[in-house]
């Protein structure tokens, strides 16, 4: 009887093992975000297991970065800054102009 491969559940759990020392490293604020971006991920496990073809990290990441892009546009319709009422698709909202979180860095002159 041949192998089974695993789920895209148990890949998940795997990465996530493979990253506790990552994690662990990282401030408590940080290790919230990076849990989160897991849940984003756990989210999307049909997608990630249709799409076998791909190396699973990177279907993780696709996952993690539609859920991020989600709760951006979330954000936006909160703001009352809808992209469907837009002409130009360049007056999206612009964080270069915001400033990181914990940084020292002054990104507006």
């Known amino acids: 009887m041949g192998r089974t ?8 759990l795997h990465e996530q ?26 989210y999307h496990v049909a997608a990630m297991a249709y799409a076998s073809h791909l190396l699973p990290f990177e279907t993780m990441l696709l996952a993690m970065l539609i859920e991020e892009h989600k709760r951006i546009l979330r954000l936006e319709a909160l703001l009352g800054h809808s992209v469907e009422q837009d002409n130009d698709a360049t007056e999206r909202l612009d964080s270069g102009c915001l400033p990181l979180l914990g940084s020292d860095d002054n990104l507006v002159d």
Request: proline share 3%; aromatic share 8%; net charge positive.
């Open 5 to 12: 491969l695993p789920s895209a559940t148990q890949l998940i």
């Open 17 to 42: 093992d493979a990253l506790v020392k990552f994690r662990r490293a990282l401030r408590k604020e940080d290790q919230r975000a990076f849990d989160d971006l897991f849940r984003g991920a756990r």
